[in-house]
């Protein structure tokens, strides 16, 4: 059957202002080992490459799979991330396309272009739904995906939410086109939002309601996933809880929550939904196999 691999984000494991305890990234690479991970993303946004590169005996030596998560303005940026690819052997590269096209045109030749040249390097790239990227709208990344039905999305909804404004409930418009989103989903981005924050504090009273529409929206997310997966598909979902300014602070400067620990929280949400869509997948081919026979 199809499986769930849940990957931690290297930056989220900085502990920016008072969220967790400071430690060597080989600490915190055994953290995410013992913690259950199945893999560390780098991310290139806020670690250069030579830096990333000193993590590369890191993955070996926990056996912890790779995500890329860069940031290419050009072609000639994507190419040295497409060779670290290979080096790393990671899974999967998430491009946070630094460019804004003027026509979806322009975006669907860069869109392919790209593609190509990962084709070319046997390199898995997605297209991270993101802010200041091609993918910074929801309804123009919505016509993009139907423009190039070959490219691959790596689904953060926090963005759309914060850039849209999107209050609930939510309006008829907007469940359309992030339903569209979900359907083409090919991994997600754990993070939870609200119309002016974007990354809130998931066991706080007031964010509850956030967190039941982002529990919705994963779950409708890997239904559509798991339903045209194939047998061997592993469906890659990272906890992305980033340090300040994403995370909260007090008057202090101080952070007001423990970004280590909710990580692992929501990576228990996410296996909990991931156990129960599978159960009930076998109990249906049961109840099935057992009205045939």
Request: charge should be negative.
């Amino acid at each position: 059957m199809p499986r769930l691999d849940v990957y931690q984000s290297l930056w989220a494991m900085d502990p920016g202002h008072g969220s967790h305890d400071t430690g060597t990234t080989e600490e915190y690479f055994a953290m995410v080992k013992n913690a259950g991970y199945a893999g560390v993303a780098i991310n290139l946004g806020a670690a250069d490459r030579e830096t990333a590169y000193t993590t590369m005996p890191l993955f070996r030596q926990h056996e912890l799979g790779c995500v890329i998560n860069a940031f290419p303005a050009s072609m000639e940026d994507v190419l040295p991330v497409l060779e670290m690819a290979r080096e790393f052997n990671a899974v999967v590269v998430n491009i946070i396309a630094q460019v804004i096209p003027s026509s979806l045109e322009e975006a669907t030749l860069m869109v392919q272009d790209w593609m190509e040249e990962a084709e070319k390097e046997n390199v898995n790239i997605e297209f991270e739904t993101h802010r200041n990227s091609v993918t910074n709208d929801l309804g123009y990344t919505v016509k993009l995906l139907e423009a190039v039905p070959e490219m691959k999305l790596s689904v953060d909804l926090s963005h759309y939410v914060v850039d849209r404004e999107i209050s609930l409930p939510l309006r008829d418009e907007e469940s359309e086109l992030i339903d569209k989103i979900l359907r083409r989903a090919d991994a997600f981005q754990g993070r939870v939002s609200s119309a002016q924050q974007i990354q809130l504090q998931l066991e706080f009273p007031q964010h509850q309601q956030w967190v039941v529409q982002f529990l919705d929206w994963w779950e409708a997310g890997f239904r559509h996933w798991r339903k045209r997966a194939a047998a061997d598909d592993t469906l890659i979902f990272q906890t992305e809880l980033a340090p300040p300014e994403y995370a909260m602070t007090g008057p202090d400067g101080m952070e007001m929550s423990n970004r280590w620990e909710e990580s692992l929280v929501m990576k228990g949400w996410i296996e909990d939904l991931w156990n129960r869509l599978e159960k009930e997948e076998i109990d249906a081919t049961v109840t099935g196999d057992k009205t045939h026979s």
